[in-house]
Nanobody, 115 residues
Framework: VQLQASGGGLVPAGESLRLSCRASGRILSLNSMGWYRQAPGKQREMVADCTIGGVKTYADAVKGRFTISRDNAKNTVYLQMDSLKPEDTAVYYC??????????WGRGTQVTVSS
């Protein structure tokens, strides 16, 4: 299974970006799909998660600003990021949890928010 993320970029504070991540390959079942991020000098942190049944979880730092969604038919997860802040600057990694809880990771996409 391969994950391909897209949609990162450089935006001013207050603007929006939408990340996409599509899984391809021999996919039997993908349970949770979601996003982590890692800022320079910081540990990777969970941003948002969406189960195959549509249950969504968000980090406190992004609640009310970010929205995760997924299209199970397309094996794709999205992250709509609104009201971006400079502290949202990070490399964003998508992931998918397959059978036996194996975690697949995408390569990451850079999001930079200027003040």
């Amino acid at each position: 299974v391969q994950l391909q993320a897209s949609g990162g970029g450089l935006v001013p504070a207050g603007e929006s970006l939408r990340l996409s991540c599509r899984a391809s390959g021999r996919i039997l079942s993908l349970n949770s799909m979601g996003w982590y991020r890692q800022a320079p000098g910081k540990q990777r942190e969970m941003v948002a998660d969406c189960t195959i049944g549509g249950v969504k979880t968000y980090a406190d730092a992004v609640k009310g600003r970010f929205t995760i969604s997924r299209d199970n038919a397309k094996n794709t997860v999205y992250l709509q990021m609104d009201s971006l802040k400079p502290e949202d600057t990070a490399v964003y990694y998508c992931y998918a949890v397959g059978v036996r809880s194996y975690v697949y990771w995408g390569r990451g996409t850079q999001v930079t928010v200027s003040s």
